[in-house]
């Protein structure tokens, strides 16, 4: 049973910086895509950040996070990241990530708590 394992969470001033870390604990093959989603509480689920494999790694963000957020991915070891600058308190949420392969895989989530 493959499990994701998120780090890197925290709580930081308005203005900080944080990354998150993902990590499988196992090997995963034919990775379609590697993602960021995060829930704040009362709201549903939602698209931080995505990572397509394939030719030129495509990436996309929520508009929210476009130019402070960055995702990245280490295929050898499984594992995508998510640098977070200039966070803002409306960025306050649990992180997941996410990995569609065969089957999606979701990680259990870190808390990320931007205080003003």
């Known amino acids: 049973q493959v499990q994701l394992q998120e780090s890197g969470g925290g709580l930081v001033q308005a203005g900080g910086s944080l990354r998150l870390s993902c990590a499988a604990s196992r090997t995963i093959f034919s990775i379609d895509r590697m993602g960021w989603y995060r829930q704040a509480p009362g709201k549903q689920r939602e698209l931080v950040a995505e990572?397509?494999?394939?030719?030129?790694?495509?990436?996309n963000y929520a508009d929210s996070v476009k130019g402070r957020f960055t995702i990245s991915r280490d295929n050898a070891k499984n594992t995508v990241y998510l640098q977070m600058n200039s966070l803002k308190p409306e960025d306050t949420a649990v992180y997941y990530c996410v990995v569609d392969a065969l089957r999606r895989y979701w990680g259990q989530g870190t808390q990320v708590t931007v205080s003003s």
């Open positions: 990572s397509v494999s394939g030719r030129g790694g495509i990436t």
